[in-house]
């Protein structure tokens, strides 16, 4: 059974940093791309970050670009988001999801999702 | 900056069929653009039912499926069941940005 469980979530002053970590089990996790989606409280989703299987390839949203870092060890089956100078408008449960490697090693086909983790950015 | 354009809210009887579609402000919806749709229910994380326009995963029920549609994406619910009833967002992918619509909450009336 594929799981994907997030932590790492919690209250940050603005300015602060935060490191998200998502634990993988039930699939081999060295040979899918990953991503975080985020999700204001009573909003929409946001595309965060995603990166291919082996770590070469990443994307970021505008929004976080330069701010935030993806990572993963797939030594570990764990995938990571390094969050920096962190706002306001970053507060919101994250989610970290496969693909199903539709397009590859870029990401085009999320499928599983974990039940996210609540970040909250606040003084 | 891109917009993604979903119907906000759609209300369907159970047993009928309806279509919620995804428009782009840059233009006609085509298959480049790999449209995907979630579903999502109060307090869970999104559950995903159609990649690359009109694939289903395979936990997907057989009532839904994927279009495009008058140069939108579409998802179709035909034969809605109670617990059809959620918030439905699809997902396309740009050349240089992956952008979520602002979703369609459906009421199964």
């Known amino acids: 059974e594929v799981q994907l469980v997030e932590s790492g979530g919690g209250l940050v002053q603005p300015g602060g940093s935060l490191r998200l970590s998502c634990a993988a089990s039930?699939?081999?996790?060295?040979?899918?791309?990953m991503l975080w989606v985020r999700q204001t409280p009573g909003k929409g989703l946001e595309y965060v970050s995603a990166?291919?299987?082996?770590?070469?390839?990443?994307y970021y949203a505008n929004s976080v670009k330069g701010r935030f870092t993806i990572s993963r060890d797939n030594s570990k089956n764990t995938l990571y988001l390094q969050m920096g100078s962190l706002r306001a408008e970053d507060m919101a449960v994250y989610y970290c999801?496969?693909?199903?490697?539709?397009?590859?090693?870029?990401?085009?086909?999320?499928?599983?999702w974990g039940q996210g983790t609540l970040v909250t950015v606040s003084s | 900056q891109t917009v993604v354009t979903q119907e906000p809210s759609l209300t369907v009887s159970p047993g009928g069929t309806v279509t919620l579609t995804c428009a782009s402000s840059?233009?006609?919806?085509?298959?480049?653009?790999?449209p995907n749709w979630f579903q999502q229910k109060p307090g869970q994380a999104p559950r995903a039912l159609i990649y690359?326009?009109?694939n289903k995963h395979s936990w997907t029920p057989a009532r839904f499926s994927g279009s495009l549609l008058g140069g939108k994406a579409a998802l179709t619910l035909s034969g809605v069941q109670p617990e059809d009833e959620a918030e439905y967002y699809c997902?396309?992918?740009?050349?240089?940005?992956?952008?979520f619509g602002g979703g369609t909450k459906l009421t199964v009336l």
């Open positions: 840059t233009g006609a919806v085509t298959s480049g653009y790999y």
């Open positions: 039930g699939f081999s996790f060295s040979s899918y791309a």
């Open positions: 999801a496969r693909d199903l490697g539709y397009c590859g090693s870029i990401s085009c086909s999320p499928d599983y």
């Open positions: 690359s326009t009109s």
């Open positions: 990166i291919s299987s082996n770590g070469g390839s990443t």
């Open positions: 997902l396309l992918f740009y050349g240089g940005a992956r952008v």
